[in-house]
Nanobody, 124 residues
Framework: QVQLVESGGGSVQPGGSLKLSCDASGRIFSIDGMAWYRQAPGNEREYVAGISRIGNTNQPNYGLAAKGRFTISRDNSKNTVYLQMNSLKPEDTAVYYC???????????????WGQGTQVTVSS
């Protein structure tokens, strides 16, 4: 079974930094893309950043809130995605979820998988 596990969350002061990690394991033939979403209490789940393979390169994309502050990267050989978060603000407080679009086998259709999330809290 496919499993995504996030780590690296915690509590920081405004202006601080955190680096999140997500490891994908299990029956995985190929991963088309990985992404980070977040959800604060009472809010909808929000796209933060994603990275996908185009040719032999990893192409990053960012949501509006992440531009200029967050950096997404991926280690293809390890099926791991990272999110470096700088200049954190109180409004960044949320549970951050890892997402992967992948094929389990050569004949499988593409499907979405989600991790359990890691809490990020930004406060003074």
């Amino acid at each position: 079974q496919v499993q995504l596990v996030e780590s690296g969350g915690g509590s920081v002061q405004p202006g601080g930094s955190l680096k999140l990690s997500c490891d994908a394991s299990g029956r995985i033939f190929s991963i088309d893309g990985m992404a980070w979403y977040r959800q604060a209490p009472g809010n909808e789940r929000e796209y933060v950043a994603g990275i996908s393979r185009i040719g032999n390169t990893n192409q990053p994309n960012y949501g509006l809130a992440a531009k200029g502050r967050f950096t997404i990267s991926r280690d293809n050989s390890k099926n791991t995605v990272y999110l470096q978060m700088n200049s954190l603000k109180p409004e960044d407080t949320a549970v951050y979820y890892c997402n992967a679009v992948l094929k389990e086998t050569t004949t499988s259709s593409r499907a979405d998988y989600w991790g359990q999330g890691t809490q990020v809290t930004v406060s003074s």
